[in-house]
């Protein structure tokens, strides 16, 4: 039950600091202060048994009413949840995060390799990049970046996991509109920048991890199988119940 608490807490944690911006030291000087309080509290305790003092039951909160573990315990979980939380999250303003050069209306010319399984659509095919370097497409001098980036890209270029790709075209920061906001859908999987209309070519193959390699290979093989069995929309259901590929719903 106290492990429970403590992980309730921490997500908790995680959805304030989603919700409150503040520098992650502040989670940790909070933290800090959470766990500063735990240790008197237990400290303040050992003391009062030690000493048997006379009356001290007659402040102590009904047994039903009180947490299994300490309230500044609960906190200092809390407060280490918003920290994780903030800590995971780029910093954006520097030079050598993709999401540095959004909006700059420079044509750019982006090398990275393609991360995720490509989404396949009816009339494009969204790709998750690993960026690796960037120039402007008027320059010969490579800048060494990293982040991740989602092309859009014409389906009539197959691509697969591992694929090291060349992308042209305009960094922009994921649009937000009043109903959907894309850009914080994309920042939940960690995605920044975004990239449309790109022209792209291919430069190396298997470049990614073997063993998910091996996984997206398999899966790709499944998801064909799954359409020569059935027709659409089964097919398109099963696969995205069965494999997770949800582009053909």
Not at 83 to 107: C, E, K, M, W
Not at 121 to 130: I, K, M
Request: charged residues 15%; proline residues 6%.
């Amino acid at each position: 039950m106290p492990f429970l608490w403590l992980s309730m807490a921490f997500i908790l944690g995680t959805l304030l600091a989603a919700n409150i911006t503040l520098p992650t030291h502040n989670w940790l000087i909070l933290a800090g202060a959470s766990l500063t309080l735990t240790l008197l509290q237990m400290l303040i305790k050992r003391r009062l048994s030690q000493r048997h003092v006379r009356g001290a039951q007659r402040f102590t909160v009904p047994t039903r009413l009180r947490p299994p573990i300490p309230l500044p315990l609960i906190l200092l979980s809390l407060a280490l949840g918003a920290a994780r939380y903030q800590a995971s999250l780029p910093d954006i303003n520097a030079a050598n995060f993709i999401a540095h050069y959004n909006d700059s209306g420079v044509t750019m010319v982006v090398t990275g390799i393609v991360s995720e399984f490509p989404d396949i659509r009816d009339t494009y095919t969204n790709l998750w990049v690993e960026s690796e370097q960037l120039r402007p497409a008027n320059a010969t001098t490579h800048t060494p970046v990293h982040g991740l980036l989602l092309a859009r890209v014409s389906n009539q270029d197959q691509y697969q996991y591992g694929d090291r790709v060349v992308l042209r075209g305009q960094l922009q920061t994921p649009p937000e509109h009043e109903e959907f906001s894309y850009r914080d859908y994309l920042a939940r999987q960690g995605i920044y920048s975004y990239m449309s209309y790109t022209s792209t070519g291919l430069l190396e193959s298997d470049q990614g991890n073997p063993f998910m390699s091996t996984l997206f290979k398999l899966k790709f093989h499944a998801l064909d199988i799954v359409y020569q069995l059935w027709p659409d929309p089964e097919a398109s259901l099963f696969a995205g119940i069965l494999l997770g590929i949800e582009s053909g719903i």
